[in-house]
């Protein structure tokens, strides 16, 4: 009753509904939709982060008027008291240029205690508003008094009226409940409404990746919220030159490879969080892999968390004494290998399911187009 009501209540607040995508949006094509199978690891039933068990994505879609394009995404490690059961984690930087929220205590303690949520930089302050919300209300949590709420971020400012911040605590919470274990949206949905990738629009995007019983027999997801630049390559082939875009074109440092991407892993495997750290480290062989720029103003992070109920950092654990047991270092490069391909392929289906975006920004349209599928096709057919 108590989460009722304060969900009802912040809803009540909020300025602008949350639009969802259309009943019948634009059908367009996932990667292996092309007939390419990015490595040698197969994927998961869904080939998204929700294949691995207990993962759930909740999204909410602000698209209204000329020039709100944004929104939240947020992925819940488990479907228990997440504070309660909090899980081993570990968040890698490549380059810092970013509003990573809860960081620090990640690093020091090696847990995540939340949902994450992705939306844009100028929105961290209310993803971390609505985390507190949601946790705060949560049975059992009647007297907690410090939340590490754990938000990451990119700039939708390119078609979205960032400044007006129009993401509120009550579209955080809204994600969050909306969550399940299903399919997963990608393209330009949630914290991907406004986001660009390579000089197309960007996206959510998501894959996995299933290990053979003899290497363990353990899933990885990836998802990743795409708006970075950079020389696009899609498989080994170089689709951004070849269509004509990519960073560097016209002039030597324009600085349209800036921008961010974040990344992040689930796993049932029982890592602890130093080898989730040396996970989340080998996502960005596959974010180089995609013809990354790795820019002065792109902020690349990756976060990761095991699933793993031997793990998990129940309160019965945090105040015993009693071994952890945790995957070998020596077993740990399938998994570096899962997470590389899992990722590559995470950011082209980003790509690949967006859509074309128009808005208005600072008084004049811009448009955003989707990447060509059937030049695409073309491309990779050759």
């Given at each position: 009753?108590?989460?009722?009501?304060?969900?009802?209540?912040?809803?009540?607040?909020?300025?602008?509904?949350?639009?969802?995508?259309?009943?019948?949006?634009?059908?367009?094509?996932?990667?292996?939709?092309?007939?390419?199978?990015?490595?040698?690891?197969?994927?998961?039933?869904?080939?998204?982060?929700?294949?691995?068990?207990?993962?759930?994505?909740?999204?909410?879609?602000?698209?209204?008027?000329?020039?709100?394009?944004?929104?939240?995404?947020?992925?819940?490690?488990?479907?228990?008291?997440?504070?309660?059961?909090?899980?081993?984690?570990?968040?890698?930087?490549?380059?810092?240029?970013?509003?990573?929220?809860?960081?620090?205590?990640?690093?020091?303690?090696?847990?995540?205690?939340?949902?994450?949520?992705?939306?844009?930089?100028?929105?961290?302050?209310?993803?971390?508003?609505?985390?507190?919300?949601?946790?705060?209300?949560?049975?059992?949590?009647?007297?907690?008094?410090?939340?590490?709420?754990?938000?990451?971020?990119?700039?939708?400012?390119?078609?979205?009226?960032?400044?007006?911040?129009?993401?509120?605590?009550?579209?955080?919470?809204?994600?969050?409940?909306?969550?399940?274990?299903?399919?997963?949206?990608?393209?330009?949905?949630?914290?991907?409404?406004?986001?660009?990738?390579?000089?197309?629009?960007g996206g959510v995007g998501t894959s996995s990746r299933v290990l053979p019983a003899s290497l363990g027999g353990h899933t990885i997801g990836v998802l990743v919220q795409a708006n970075f630049g950079g020389v696009l390559t899609i498989d080994g082939?170089?689709?951004?030159?070849?269509?004509?875009?990519?960073?560097?074109?016209?002039?030597?440092?324009?600085?349209?490879?800036?921008?961010?991407?974040?990344?992040?892993?689930?796993?049932?495997?029982?890592?602890?969080?130093?080898?989730?750290?040396?996970?989340?480290?080998?996502?960005?062989?596959?974010?180089?892999?995609?013809?990354?720029?790795?820019?002065?103003?792109?902020?690349?992070?990756?976060?990761?968390?095991?699933?793993?109920?031997?793990?998990?950092?129940?309160?019965?654990?945090?105040?015993?004494?009693?071994?952890?047991?945790?995957?070998?270092?020596?077993?740990?490069?399938?998994?570096?290998?899962?997470?590389?391909?899992?990722?590559?392929?995470?950011?082209?289906?980003?790509?690949?399911?967006?859509?074309?975006?128009t808005s208005r920004i600072d008084g004049r349209p811009v448009t955003v187009e989707a990447l060509d599928i059937e030049a695409v096709r073309a491309l990779l057919a050759r």
């Amino acid at each position: 009753m108590i989460l009722t009501a304060l969900i009802a209540a912040a809803l009540i607040a909020a300025p602008a509904p949350a639009q969802s995508a259309p009943d019948a949006p634009e059908a367009r094509p996932r990667l292996r939709d092309l007939g390419r199978e990015i490595g040698l690891l197969p994927p998961g039933a869904l080939n998204a982060i929700t294949d691995v068990a207990g993962v759930r994505v909740g999204q909410v879609t602000l698209v209204h008027g000329e020039d709100v394009r944004t929104g939240v995404t947020a992925i819940l490690p488990h479907d228990g008291n997440l504070f309660q059961d909090k899980v081993p984690a570990a968040i890698f930087v490549a380059n810092g240029f970013g509003k990573l929220a809860g960081v620090t205590q990640v690093d020091e303690l090696g847990e995540i205690e939340t949902p994450i949520v992705l939306t844009n930089t100028l929105s961290v302050a209310q993803g971390i508003e609505g985390v507190l919300d949601w946790t705060l209300a949560q049975a059992g949590n009647e007297q907690v008094r410090s939340v590490n709420a754990v938000v990451g971020e990119t700039n939708d400012g390119g078609l979205n009226d960032i400044r007006a911040r129009h993401v509120r605590a009550a579209h955080v919470v809204e994600a969050i409940g909306a969550a399940t274990s299903g399919p997963v949206r990608e393209g330009s949905v949630g914290a991907g409404t406004g986001t660009i990738a390579f000089g197309w629009k960007g996206g959510v995007g998501t894959s996995s990746r299933v290990l053979p019983a003899s290497l363990g027999g353990h899933t990885i997801g990836v998802l990743v919220q795409a708006n970075f630049g950079g020389v696009l390559t899609i498989d080994g082939v170089p689709v951004g030159r070849s269509l004509g875009r990519y960073y560097l074109q016209r002039e030597l440092d324009r600085g349209d490879a800036d921008g961010s991407i974040m990344i992040v892993i689930a796993t049932d495997a029982p890592l602890s969080p130093l080898n989730l750290d040396r996970l989340a480290e080998r996502a960005f062989a596959g974010l180089a892999r995609t013809g990354a720029a790795f820019s002065n103003g792109s902020g690349d992070y990756a976060i990761a968390f095991s699933t793993a109920d031997e793990v998990r950092r129940t309160p019965e654990r945090r105040n015993t004494q009693a071994a952890v047991a945790d995957w070998p270092n020596d077993r740990m490069s399938p998994l570096f290998v899962a997470v590389a391909e899992a990722t590559e392929e995470a950011i082209i289906n980003a790509l690949l399911q967006a859509t074309t975006t128009t808005s208005r920004i600072d008084g004049r349209p811009v448009t955003v187009e989707a990447l060509d599928i059937e030049a695409v096709r073309a491309l990779l057919a050759r």
